[in-house]
């Protein structure tokens, strides 16, 4: 099984030429209704032979006993809108408390500065304390910023540009449920701060379908925090640091997974996220391991894969970890074919958009 373990090598690990294909105007505000009415795009990653479907189909692409691997990792709702005390709005999102009681949070914002004071719903204040050398922010609320009062006043954390899309279209008024769309129907555990999104394209009779057809499905769960989402900035990729996310495998999984492997039947993971934790927990003897770890891995161009046999994903920001990904286990020129075919046949792009599956 060794060659379809290893990523396709371009010797190039730069992805700046994914910044001009223009997908701005392909940016989907909302999800597939239904879920799996989303295009699918099959790109085989040894021919470079592209076909198109819909995800409502991807039983034509899997086959009996084909293991697919999907992250249950339950979004959490935490973005928080509020106002400085001069009057100015600010959005927080926050990344991970610091204290056991909730106090003192690690978080993203914009326009803030160490000193300013914001109010929320509620009447929780939080003062900025500092900004930390990877760009985010050390917030003290006056009230603990817990799972009730987030139940309460916090916000589904949507990536800016689903928000900034929906202006451009007008759709602010619209009738959208993004604390229903920005989940998948199989979310669980909750702990991310961004969606496994590729597992949008799931409906429940979808899932049904696949067990009658003796397709299998495991679980992993893999916290998204903002490791996933921080931008490759550094010119040498070799640099960029991946911050660690919580993820967890139990042993029943582990096990069906490792059988599947000695059986020879596919493992597929289900986005970058079910990639990272299974990668993360494959072990030296060959085995998947199970338990918790901390996943810090960056896969990118020259990476060589250790589980996955095929990877369903979705279309990726540029100068992403996810999109470095994509293209470490598809090729490069593979890759960037394919995002260009996609943006030619009006694709949907990015956390709402349309699906690949790479085999």
């Known amino acids: 099984m060794g060659d379809k373990k290893t990523a396709i090598a371009d010797n190039i690990a730069d992805l700046s030429e994914f910044r001009t294909l223009n997908a701005e105007e392909l940016i989907a505000p909302h999800p597939a209704e239904p879920r799996d009415s989303a295009r699918l795009m099959v790109l085989n990653r040894k021919s470079g032979e592209i076909s198109h479907s819909f995800f409502r189909d991807i039983c034509n692409f899997l086959r009996p006993l084909d293991c697919l691997v999907l992250n249950k990792s339950r979004v ?31 978080a993203l914002s914009g326009k803030i500065s160490p000193g300013n004071i914001v109010i929320f719903e509620g009447g929780n204040r939080a003062k900025c304390l500092s900004r930390e050398a990877g760009g985010s922010f050390i917030f003290e609320f006056s009230a603990p910023a817990d799972s009730n009062y987030l139940d309460l ?52 009779e979808l899932l049904e379908k696949l067990k ?37 495998i139990s ?18 993971p289900v986005g970058t996220s079910s990639m990272r934790a299974l990668e993360t927990f ?27 046999d095929a990877f369903i994903t979705n279309f990726h920001l540029p100068d992403s970890a996810p999109l470095y990904m994509a293209a470490a286990f598809a090729g490069r020129k ?7 075919e996609a943006v030619s046949r009006k694709y949907r792009f990015y956390s709402y958009g349309d699906a690949m599956m790479i085999v």
Request: hydrophobic share 30%.
């Open 282 to 308: 494959y072990g030296e003897n060959g085995m998947l391991g199970w338990g918790s770890k901390t996943a810090d891995i960056f896969i990118y161009t020259g990476y060589g894969f250790k589980t996955p």
């Open 153 to 204: 006043y916090g916000k589904m954390p949507l990536p800016r540009y689903i928000i900034k899309s929906r202006k451009k279209l007008s759709m602010t008024g619209a009738k959208i449920d993004d604390d229903r769309d920005y989940q998948t129907v199989y979310a669980g555990v909750p702990g991310s701060i961004a969606a496994p999104t590729a597992g949008f394209h799931f409906t429940g």
């Open 212 to 248: 009658e057809q003796g397709i299998k499905t495991v679980y992993t769960t893999l916290h998204i925090g903002w490791g996933t989402f921080k931008p490759v900035r550094a010119s040498n990729p070799e640099k960029h640091l991946m911050l660690g996310e919580e993820c967890h």
């Open 76 to 106: 959490r709702k935490v973005g928080l809108r509020g106002r400085k005390e001069t009057g100015g709005k600010v959005d927080l999102l926050l990344i991970k408390a610091k204290d056991p009681e909730c106090k003192t949070w690690t």
């Open 334 to 340: 593979n890759l960037l074919k394919a995002y260009s």
């Open 251 to 268: 042993g029943e999984d582990a096990e069906i997974i490792n059988q599947a492997r000695a059986s020879g039947n596919r493992i597929i």
